[in-house]
């Protein structure tokens, strides 16, 4: 089968393989790419290309659409990349072990900005057209999982907590 890029609805990146999935054909792959990326933990769209944040190697790809081609790699801005989420300007890299999320440059590779977050363990991130959303993984005394809003200066906190009853 022809892939188009009118079939595709977007990319899979997962165990250091690609996958390319059709519009309208749940589940059936229609081509597949090996990549080199031992463990590839963020995904972000920035309207051209998909990101893969690498944790093993701090790095962050740039894939072409459809085929997978490499276009760019970066370093990190941290050295565990977690989360990735594209906010129309800035390629924003959750970091884990710094507990930090940077707003990059993806032209020049340069960060423009740092923010430290105040959570045990942040994992994924999403960008929701004005701010930022972080998920914090950490399981606390109490068993409380934080979701926490901010605005891309940071000025701006929104905690939102989800409990579940341990047994």
Do not use: N
């Not at 929701?128 to 959303?133: E, F, S």
């Not at 914090?136 to 999982?145: G, N, Q, V």
Request: charged residues 20%.
């Amino acid at each position: 089968m022809r892939i188009s890029r009118s079939m595709l609805i977007g990319f899979i990146a997962l165990c250091g393989a690609l996958a390319v999935h059709a519009e309208g054909v749940p589940g059936e792959v229609l081509a597949s790419q090996g990549l080199s990326l031992k463990t590839p933990t963020g995904l972000a769209w920035d309207g051209s290309r998909l990101w893969v944040a690498d944790l093993s190697a701090a790095t962050l790809t740039a894939l072409e659409s459809p085929s997978g081609r490499v276009l760019k790699t970066l370093d990190a801005p941290g050295y565990a990349p977690m989360g990735l989420a594209w906010d129309g300007k800035w390629l924003w890299v959750l970091d884990a072990a710094d507990k930090t999320a940077y707003a990059l440059d993806v032209s020049t590779g340069v960060t423009e900005r740092a923010l430290t977050l105040d959570l045990d363990s942040p994992e994924g991130l999403a960008w929701d057209g004005k701010a930022l959303w972080v998920a914090d993984a950490a399981i606390s005394l109490f068993r409380t999982r934080l979701l926490r809003r901010c605005s891309p200066r940071g000025d701006t906190w929104i905690r939102l907590t989800a409990s579940r009853k341990v047994e």
